[in-house]
Nanobody, 120 residues
């Protein structure tokens, strides 16, 4: 079993920055089997969408809407993934969820979500 704990959300003005963190804890056996970690976001009544993902080796993938503004990074020693969000826009307002795909056992874990609100 793996627990994901997010932090760093909040209220910021348009053009500002926030940094989200997500730390994995629990079964070392499962944590060491995690390849992909990422961030998703979801607005009320809408589907959860991928924001960015990163592999254990450091390969990254971003949604077109955040390319050039957001940066995902990962510290494997700390079992933590980060999302640096710059040049924030009101349309970035959402609940952001951390996720981790473990292989042993095969399971997708989710954090509890953290609210990001960007005021215009």
């Amino acid at each position: 079993q793996v627990q994901l704990v997010e932090s760093g959300g909040g209220l910021v003005q348009a053009g500002g920055s926030l940094r989200l963190s997500c730390a994995a804890s629990g079964s070392i056996f499962s944590i060491n089997s995690i390849n992909l970690m990422g961030w998703y976001r979801q607005a009320p009544g809408k589907q959860r969408e991928l924001v960015a993902a990163i592999s254990r080796g450091g390969s990254t993938n971003y949604a077109d809407s955040v390319k050039g503004r957001f940066t995902i990074s990962r510290d494997n020693a700390k079992n933590t993934v980060y999302l640096q969000m710059n040049s924030l826009k009101p349309e970035d307002t959402d609940v952001y969820y951390c996720n981790a795909d473990a292989l042993r056992p095969l399971y997708r874990y989710w954090g509890q979500g953290t609210q990001v609100t960007v005021s215009s």
